[in-house]
């Protein structure tokens, strides 16, 4: 394909749409690779999926091989899909779940979303589904932004306090954190809330330069 030749000299834009969510998503051949960026940021296939990559080693490929469910509060492209099902071989049920139909859209027809088995897509505000969900998660991945904004509600306790209810023993959560503005008090906020014997947290900071990320294990009691 001359464009994936082209795009190692110079990257190639190949569709932009408006998005109300985002303000505006591109898909563009990158490096010999289709990558989803929003005005500000990378969404999926790129950098994203480096930050995302290095959670998911830290609490181990074995582990989440072996997860039969897994939550994904917001998905885009399908960075964590791909991570989970090509290269860490796990073969649970995944449901995803994001606000934007556009970039549902995108990934379905540029990144094979569609084509994953074991996957649910619901179309749906976050902290909508996390506060009516009654099932529980082995992996929860919450990776929520508006082009490079975190909504307000991930750091609310309502919300903070149904994920906690959505997880079973052992299970994991992976926060993924882009440091602009006041993110370090909100983050500390957040982490606050995990600060119980209940729970393991543990935070790796400057990933790929921007993003730290919030590793929550949900401990065993013998």
């Not at 998005?19 to 999926?44: M, Q």
């Not at 500390?188 to 400057?206: G, I, M, P, Q, R």
Request: net charge neutral; aromatic share 10%.
């Amino acid at each position: 394909m001359i464009k994936r030749l082209l795009s190692y000299l110079v990257p190639i834009k190949v569709y932009e749409t408006p998005s109300n969510t985002s303000t505006n998503l591109e898909v563009t051949w990158n490096n010999g690779k289709l990558v989803l960026d929003s005005k500000h940021t990378n969404y999926s296939h790129g950098s994203l999926e480096k930050v995302l990559k290095k959670g998911m080693q830290h609490i181990g490929y074995p582990t989440l091989k072996n997860v039969k469910s897994t939550l994904l509060l917001g998905v885009a492209g399908g960075s964590a899909i791909n991570l989970l099902r090509n290269e860490i071989q796990n073969k649970g049920t995944i449901i995803g779940v994001d606000i934007d139909p556009k970039v549902i859209d995108i990934a379905t027809t540029y990144f094979n979303l569609g084509e994953y088995q074991n996957f649910e897509m619901v179309v749906q505000d976050a902290q909508i589904y996390i506060a009516q969900n009654e099932q529980k998660f082995d992996f929860i991945l919450v990776d929520i932004f508006e082009d490079n904004v975190m909504p307000n509600f991930l750091f609310e306790s309502k919300f903070i306090e149904n994920m906690k209810r959505a997880m079973s023993i052992d299970c994991y959560i992976l926060f993924n954190f882009m440091l602009l503005n006041d993110i370090e008090n909100k983050l500390n906020t957040f982490t606050a809330s995990f600060h119980t014997e209940d729970y393991k947290v543990t935070t790796l900071v400057n990933v790929e330069g921007f993003n730290k990320l919030v590793i929550v294990n949900k401990i065993i009691r013998l």
